[in-house]
């Protein structure tokens, strides 16, 4: 997404007090690689569940614990979403 150069300098304004470099930041995350903008996709209770290979009971215990990431979905009735990349960094250092 293209922010006007306008709003960046205004905010850049707004900063200045702060030891703080907005262009820097903005420049960072616009050349953030694809990798990581898989790591913030959400997925459904149920299709994590499946993908980790266990019970919906499980993944909602998990998420009690704080061992992976979730969400509320306010647009489906409060369905739970899992971050898949907080999940797939989970399943990696379980024991085998």
């Known amino acids: 997404m293209k922010i006007?150069?306008?709003i960046v300098d205004c905010i850049e304004m707004l900063l200045e007090p702060y030891p703080i470099s907005f262009k820097e930041m903005l420049t960072r995350y616009q050349s953030a690689?694809?990798?990581e903008e898989v790591e913030e996709s959400w997925i459904t209770l149920l299709t994590a569940?499946?993908?980790?290979?266990?019970?919906?009971?499980?993944?909602?215990?998990?998420?009690?614990?704080?061992?992976?990431?979730?969400k509320t979905s306010t647009?489906?009735?409060?369905?739970i979403l899992i971050n898949k990349?907080?999940?797939?960094?989970?399943?990696?250092?379980?024991?085998?």
């Open 75 to 79: 647009a489906r009735c409060g369905r």
């Open 49 to 70: 569940a499946k993908f980790a290979k266990v019970s919906t009971w499980t993944m909602r215990r998990w998420c009690r614990r704080g061992v992976i990431s979730r």
């Open 85 to 96: 990349g907080s999940l797939i960094k989970f399943l990696e250092n379980l024991p085998r």
């Open 33 to 35: 690689s694809p990798e």
């Open 4 to 6: 006007p150069e306008k």
